[in-house]
């Protein structure tokens, strides 16, 4: 099997590509993978860490401003375009690939395009409840499109084949269990642990809620929180919390990190998660069962992540609150209502878990083969 896989620009379009590679791979272990993508994105080095060979293609996306500014910006684009339907074309004609698989990024869209117009199959995955620009244009051309999640399928136009294989998520968000990674971190079994995070940059609301949060479970026996303020919080974060009245250096139950590198571990130790719902982030909650309360990024594309929580939050899996109404007093009244009723937390979680696709790597295995045959 040789199997072209394009998809970039965030870890949320690289990542699940990369565990689609190591579905493939542990299933075929001499099957042909290549990675295309913009060589200045994340992509690279994700990929290049992971083992897997990488081609370029130097595709960037389009402004939505119509200002001077991003008009001048739109035409760059427009000609990157041009060179990497070129570039993808040659990359293809040399790799020959059996199928090849996008992950959504505007860098999905030239190549396979392109191998759409040389009579390759193709097939796309999409992440989130609402889909990206580029699926929704490749699923014209697509022999199926698999969803996340089934919400998904009326944003998409045409008659396409449609499959809910879940987000492919690594082997530790699967296999950690509560037990063991509360003995790892050193936290009693009937502590309270709340995790909560913004992401690698971190999220100003964020942060500020959460140093009022944190100021308000300090005092209490028995509650725990971890919380990774993100490069760009860390600066100032921790002084904020201990112009609240923690002493940081002195507080055994609040762990404030720049960043949460050992997230598997935390999020299965954790009763109560507070934080963005990008869609990888969403299938971890849902796998490891865990109530949420979830804050959508407002800098996001067509509010993408709004969409994500509720297809948790209309099955009273998590809380929602708004970007622009997060406050530390709205933060803590939120989470003082949940622990007020007895059993919430668990019910909330088990809810979460009932929604989780846990087999998506062998569903969309399952998918690309068929469609392999088909082509035969």
């Known amino acids: 099997m040789r199997v072209l896989l394009a998809g970039g620009g965030t870890a949320g379009h690289i990542n699940p590509a990369l565990a689609i590679a190591g579905e493939i791979r542990k299933r075929e272990p001499d099957a042909q993978i290549l990675f295309v993508g913009n060589p200045k994105g994340i992509e690279a080095k994700l ?101 996340a999640v089934a919400d998904a399928r009326k944003h998409f136009e045409g008659d396409a084949t449609f499959e809910v294989t879940g987000n492919p998520l690594r082997q530790e968000i699967l296999q950690y269990t509560r037990e063991q990674a509360r003995e790892e971190l050193g936290i009693p079994k009937d502590d309270l642990l709340i ?27 028995n509650v725990r929180v971890i919380h990774g303020t993100g490069r760009a919080g860390y600066s ?9 009245g923690v002493p940081l250096n002195r507080a055994k139950n609040i762990d404030v990190r720049e960043y949460i590198d050992d997230m598997a571990r935390c999020m299965a130790a954790a009763d109560l998660c507070i934080c963005r719902c990008g869609a990888i982030t969403l299938s971890e909650l849902q796998a490891m069962g865990k109530a949420s309360i979830l804050i959508p990024s407002p800098n996001v594309t067509a509010n993408h992540q709004y969409h994500n929580a509720m297809t948790l939050v209309k099955r009273d899996a998590a809380c929602l609150i708004e970007d622009d109404k997060l406050t530390g007093e709205t933060l ?45």
């Not at 081609?55 to 119509?66: E, I, N, Q, T």
């Not at 190549?111 to 097939?123: D, E, Q, S, Y």
């Not at 009932?354 to 045959?373: N, P, Q, S, W």
């Open 47 to 147: 990929v290049a860490k992971a083992g897997y060979d990488f081609r370029p293609v130097d595709a960037r996306g389009f402004s939505r401003s119509l200002s001077p500014k991003g008009i001048v910006y739109n035409l760059g684009a427009l000609r990157r375009v041009m060179t990497a339907t070129g570039q993808a074309k040659k990359i293809i004609e040399e790799f020959k690939p059996d199928i090849a698989v996008g992950t959504g990024g505007y860098v999905s869209g030239p190549a396979l395009r392109k191998a759409a117009k040389m009579g390759i199959p193709i097939v796309i995955h999409e992440q989130n409840a609402y889909p990206g620009v580029t699926n929704k244009m490749l699923a014209k051309s697509a022999q199926c499109v698999m969803l």
């Open 195 to 221: 995790l909560s995070f913004g992401g690698s940059l971190g999220a100003d609301r964020i942060n500020r809620a959460m140093a009022d949060l944190i100021a308000w479970c300090y005092p209490l026996k």
């Open 236 to 244: 100032w974060t921790p002084a904020l919390i201990e112009q609240k």
């Open 332 to 376: 803590v009244h939120t989470v003082k209502e949940i622990l007020a009723t007895p059993d919430r937390l668990k019910k909330m979680g088990e809810r979460a878990k009932e929604t989780a696709i846990l087999d998506a790597g062998e569903r969309i295995y399952r998918v690309i083969t068929r469609v392999l045959k088909q082509k035969k």
